[in-house]
């Protein structure tokens, strides 16, 4: 364990965001705004955001969701949902209109508001010929949905059926596989070229899939891609600590009430917004790794992107702060990553 209590990095952004949309947004955009600078916003609204158009609107409305305070100071970075009727004049619209930063592929029927996503990636093939043309990256949530397929395992056979492939057949394509969860997705990435890099969520380093069930159902750490073993659990951390610019910060923060999450078919997503970048902080300080925290959250990121890194910087202290049991969310309530538990890191 390192003995350092204090480390200054460079205002990290978060590559993996949901706020949900109108009276869900002022609940939760503070806790990012507060800690990033910015912010790949997720497509999977409930009607999804397919066009730029939508996703101008979009940002519109998170924008003038946001207090005062941080109009000037948070970049909303949108996307665009892929489904099989995209076309190729979407994506170079999406370029030139400057604020579209990546397209999303949901496998249809992979996770909340997924039912309108992709169901044949061939037929997208063009679309991701002009994403590659263009320098638009896929973001990809990497799970088959065979119902015969264990749950646990979906990953990993999504990498086997269509992720090697696509990288394959699409060198010039960049790729991020989001929210990785096993060491068959750190394996890929680092063995593919530097065109593909991922994402790593806290909630998927800080625990394994015993988290669910412990002393009953934990309908609150559930969430798409559910959490796995130990093993991999390890993997994600020695990835996200190495140092290796493939791998990245993204929350994967999902914010959802707390009648939606316990109910007798309750909704997969973690909230972790209050804590973004503190629960990195432990994380990477238990695995004697504050060093690479700042490359971690700062830099690797924007630079997949190709975009400028921050200027801003942020002091994080070794110091316990007290986490509500819950937050206001539009006009119920969101159950954070622990509840009434702690924060072992702050922000000065």
């Not at 990497?142 to 090697?164: K, S």
């Not at 993997?235 to 993204?250: D, E, I, P, Q």
Request: charged content about 25%; aromatic content about 8%; some cysteine.
């Amino acid at each position: 364990m390192t003995a350092s209590n204090k480390i200054t990095i460079t205002k990290p952004d978060d590559w993996h965001l949901h706020v949900r949309d109108n009276e869900y947004l002022a609940g939760v955009l503070p806790h990012t705004a507060d800690r990033f600078q910015r912010a790949i916003m997720m497509p999977n609204l409930a009607e999804p955001v397919t066009t730029v158009d939508m996703a101008e609107s979009y940002r519109d409305r998170i924008i003038d969701a946001l207090p005062a305070i941080y109009k000037l100071t948070f970049d909303p970075l949108m996307t665009l949902y892929l489904t099989n009727r995209t076309k190729v004049s979407e994506i170079k619209k999406a370029r030139d209109a400057g604020f579209v930063h990546a397209v999303k592929w949901y496998p249809a029927g992979a996770t909340t508001n997924s039912s309108k996503g992709v169901s044949d990636i061939v037929a997208c093939y063009d679309v991701l010929e002009a994403m590659a043309e263009e320098g638009m990256p896929l973001l990809v949530h990497g799970e088959v949905t065979d119902p015969h397929v264990d749950v646990f395992d979906r990953e990993r056979i999504f990498i086997e059926q269509f992720l090697e492939g696509i990288i394959k057949n699409f060198p010039d394509l960049k790729v991020v596989f989001e929210h990785i969860t096993t060491k068959y997705a750190v394996e890929l990435v680092e063995k593919s070229s530097a065109n593909v890099g991922a994402t790593i969520t806290a909630h998927h380093m800080l625990l394994n899939r015993n988290a669910m069930f412990q002393g009953g159902i934990k309908p609150h750490n559930y969430c798409l891609p559910i959490l796995k073993r130990e093993e991999h659990r390890e993997a994600l951390v020695k990835a996200a600590t190495s140092g290796n610019k493939k791998f990245f910060l993204g929350t994967d923060s999902a914010p959802h009430t707390r009648n939606a999450k316990e109910n007798a078919c309750g909704c997969a997503g973690i909230y972790t917004a209050h804590g973004g970048i503190e629960l990195y902080a432990e994380i990477f300080d238990k695995a004697d790794a504050l060093a690479k925290l700042e490359g971690f959250a700062s830099h690797h990121g924007p630079d997949f992107y190709g975009l400028p890194r921050n200027r801003e910087k942020i002091t994080l202290t070794r110091k316990k702060v007290a986490i509500p049991e819950s937050f206001p969310f539009g006009n119920e309530e969101v159950v954070p990553f622990r509840a009434g538990g702690e924060l072992l890191w702050s922000i000065d």
